[in-house]
């Protein structure tokens, strides 16, 4: 099931063909105030009266799909955002930035780590170590 009418339906099924695979696709057909009227499906739009129990589960299935995406969108934005500030600081490269945030999960735990708990992180040296207490300390004084 897709967000999207007889058109987007097509494309859909004309990708899966393309790759071999061979399942059911339906669409949400909108009104002109985009509030769904019915699912497409082989090429046939069927209604779906307002207030029934169909019309109850696609409005569900579309509030969650509507959830999962922002979710999705916002946990993007913040691993920008992660990213970000961790290239402010010097000798912290792309490897070095990946390998913290594996072992720390947030920039507050790296924030707090400890000069030791820094090192023994994969691909630190002491200069990078070094570079991220100061950068903090830096920042939290500021």
Known sequence: MMDGGR???????????????NIPVCGMVKDDKHKTRGLIYDNIEVPIKSGSQCMHLVTR?????????????????????????????????????RELLKKFGSIENIKNATYEELLATPAMDGKAAQSIIEYFKQTSEA
């Open 7 to 21: 058109g987007q339906v097509n494309v859909a099924l004309e990708v899966l063909a393309d790759l071999n695979i």
């Open 61 to 97: 299935i579309q509030d969650e799909v509507h959830r999962f995406a922002i979710t999705y969108h916002r946990t993007l934005r913040d691993k920008r955002t992660l990213y970000s500030i961790l290239e402010e600081i010097p000798k912290i490269g792309e490897k070095r930035r």
